[in-house]
């Protein structure tokens, strides 16, 4: 397969740890400081009362439950044996020191996780929580993974964020002095921004000490203020193509090193009012920005020995080999035509089993009853000469 023209998620993990590497989402049931009254309620403008999340932990399945069938089925479908736990579902860092301790290191005690990947907010980040997971980066992957959105204050009004700027600003530069690792998630078509604010949004991006970043489409799901705008004519989500032109400019205003973990979002099917495109990110068509090298291959991060055995890598819940977290497939790709070349094998098989039994039996067979018929007819002539004669 050709190499993507950007950095993305597959080709760092793999570089990072050498072998198939999957992304398992994790409800920890916690909540968020926008929804609890702490700073807001109601949530963000694009949330409805289920969050992001999977909504797993409401339905009484443990961590360790969800990381055992998300293994399952990640390894029957990509062949992973090493896994990122993703903390995903609202704020992840929000709630007691003990309490987030005992989640992470239940996660990290899971047979073949490498790694965290803890979403939250940047007005969720104490230094405590911060030491914590720095402690764990020191042996682990750690990925932190902060919600911005945009980088306009107006715009973080609108939406109902509950911090500016300034917040994430200072949420980033405190994980970078600790030495974690710092996703930033952001979304196009925001109500109210164009292309020069998105443009804006990837600029400021590119002067912070960051190593990924996740794009996301806003899309509208029920139960979201943003549905009521939607419904009254207020707001109005953005074509394939102009979301598709959009993802292709923000790109090339980030800095080769960034890597790219998502390039659109996967909304809950039965939750989604608009726009209806967006129901198959796979098949989305982005047009490749101009080619760039990539950074030279990290140093392996873990200090003991036994975590170096991991190797140098690969690491993702993304279905790898093309399809960072973003929605362009590859090695499923691979997989469908490993499944076709299957397919047509047996039918040749079975074309090759037809002709024998064409041959050996159906042939014979159907001369045989040929000859019976004829002796029949044969029988009943001579009858009928009998007959006459008598």
Known sequence: MAALPYYDLNTYLRRRFGVRVQKIT?????TCPNRDGRVGMGGCLYCNARGSGTGAWSRGLSLTRQLTEGAARLSRRYKADRFIAYFQSFSNTYAPLEHLQALYEEALAFPGVVGLSVGTRPDCLSDEVLDLLASYARHRLVWLELGLQSAHDETLRLINRGHDVACFTRAVQAAAARGLETVVHVILGLPGEGPAHQAATARYLAG?????????????????????????????PLSEAAYVQAVVDFIELLPPHLVIHRLTGDPHPQELVAPAWCRNKARVPLPPPPHRSLPPRPEAAFQDDSQKEEGPGDREFLPAAGKPEC??????SKTRNHWLWWLLAGLAVSAVAGAWLLHFYIEPVSAWLGRLYEYCQEKERIRDLVKQAG
């Open 26 to 30: 994790l409800d920890a049931g916690l």
């Open 327 to 332: 929605g362009m497939k590859s090695e499923p």
């Open 208 to 236: 912070l000490p960051l190593q990924g970043v996740k794009i996301h489409l806003l899309y509208v799901i029920q139960g979201s203020g943003l549905e009521r705008l939607y419904r009254r004519g207020e707001y109005q």
